[in-house]
């Protein structure tokens, strides 16, 4: 069974930074393309960033040159280091095993930038 378990998320001023992380379990992480989410509220939910199985990532435009994505496989753990942070970036940040065209989801962490 698929479980994927966010933390990490808080309270942050604008400027700041954080870091996600998401403990993935019951499926082979190593080989697997995973991804970081986020939903604010009334809006759809959007990509953060993918890593696949070898190490490339691909970033959303909008937060590319402020996020990092990497992942730990002795671990079996995925990461979101969140930098500059801007109120437009509070949302619920998912973690997401995708394969053939289908995600699995954890709970989320919620992110909230303000002053």
């Known amino acids: 069974q698929v479980q994927l378990v966010e933390s990490g998320g808080g309270l942050v001023q604008p400027g700041g930074s954080l870091r996600l992380s998401c403990a993935a379990s019951g499926f082979n992480f190593a080989l697997s393309t995973m991804a970081w989410y986020r939903q604010a509220p009334g809006q759809q939910r959007d990509l953060v960033a993918v890593i696949a199985s070898g190490g490339g990532t691909h970033y959303a435009p909008s937060t590319k040159d402020r996020v990092t994505i990497s992942r730990d496989n002795a671990r079996d753990t995925l990461y979101l280091q969140m930098n500059n942070l801007k109120p437009e970036d509070t949302a619920v940040y998912y973690c997401?095993?995708?394969?053939?065209?289908?995600?699995?989801w954890g709970q989320g962490t919620q992110v909230t930038v303000s002053s």
């Open positions: 997401s095993r995708i394969r053939n065209e289908q995600n699995w």
